[in-house]
């Protein structure tokens, strides 16, 4: 799914502004991976923000989607991986304080999307794939 497949804008800020594709190629080069071709098209229309979209639903299990990080948090958050507990081979890419969303590279190029709810809880894995968290996005 593309995020112009999304029933509503995927971002609820509209004024602010995209990363540039130099800011992320840069991140991407730093941290030594690939971000998914949907998560950089999100990134290029709003560095970081809110979403329009909730919670991600899969069956019974909703999962709530916390604001995505901006370029420079990206690299914060990578940056003090081991103060925030955060495992090698993962990229927080989104945090609502204790919970966060992760891509999980550690079986693959093409990296899982985990949830963790609290500090010291396990990570889940509740998509494949980004492009399969777009499809179970719900607005509330």
């Known amino acids: 799914m593309k995020l112009s497949d999304l029933e509503l804008p995927f971002w609820f800020d509209v004024e602010r502004r995209g990363a540039s594709r130099e800011q992320i190629e840069q991140f991407e080069r730093d941290a030594g991976i690939d971000l998914p071709e949907e998560f950089r098209q999100a990134l290029l229309l709003r560095d970081g923000g809110t979403s329009n979209y909730s919670s991600f639903q899969r069956g019974d299990y909703n999962v709530p989607i916390p604001a995505f990080f901006s370029i420079e948090a990206l690299r914060r958050a ?12 993962v990229i927080a890419i989104a945090s609502g304080g204790h919970e966060w969303l992760g891509l999980d590279y550690r079986h693959g190029p093409v990296p899982r999307v985990v ?3 609290s500090e010291g809880s396990a990570l ?12 179970g996005l719900m607005e509330d």
């Not at 889940?124 to 499809?135: G, I, Q």
Request: proline share 4%; glycine share 12%.
């Open 78 to 89: 990578e940056a003090g991986r081991e103060a925030f507990g955060t495992p090698e081979g």
């Open 115 to 117: 949830f963790q709810e």
């Open 124 to 135: 889940e894995v509740v998509a494949d794939s980004f492009e399969a968290l777009l499809e």
